[in-house]
């Protein structure tokens, strides 16, 4: 069992950053690929990024890359996500999850999730 816990949101003008953290705890997560997702009122929870247990070629939403950076800390049991040039449609809860095995998109594929934290970009 993995537990997942977020950190690092709030509230940010349009066009600056933020920096999101994963923290996991229960087991290790240097065998577990870890992805982003994130959810404005009304909608579904849609992928962000996605990085393997090895960190190798993260993967991306279209809406974020360039902007967004993913990355991990095996050694502290940390993911992060860096968000650069923060735009009001990036208001959303996030949400750290993690699975056994590749780094996918599909959100149904992920086992563990954490509660979500909430960011707002005011434009």
């Known amino acids: 069992q993995v537990q997942l816990v977020e950190s690092g949101g709030g509230l940010v003008q349009a066009g600056g950053s933020l920096r999101l953290s994963c923290a996991a705890s229960?087991?290790?997560?240097?065998?577990?690929?870890i992805g982003w997702f994130r959810q404005a009122p009304g909608k579904e929870r849609d992928f962000v990024a996605a990085i393997s247990w090895i960190g190798a070629s993260p993967y991306y939403a279209d809406s974020v890359k360039g902007r967004f950076t993913i990355s991990r800390d095996n050694a502290k049991n940390m993911v992060y996500l860096q968000m650069n040039s923060l735009k009001s449609e990036d208001t959303a809860v996030y949400y750290c999850a993690a699975r056994s095995g590749s780094a996918v998109t599909i959100t149904k594929a992920y086992d563990y999730w954490g509660q979500g934290i909430q960011v707002t970009v005011s434009s």
């Open positions: 229960g087991r290790t997560i240097s065998s577990y690929s």
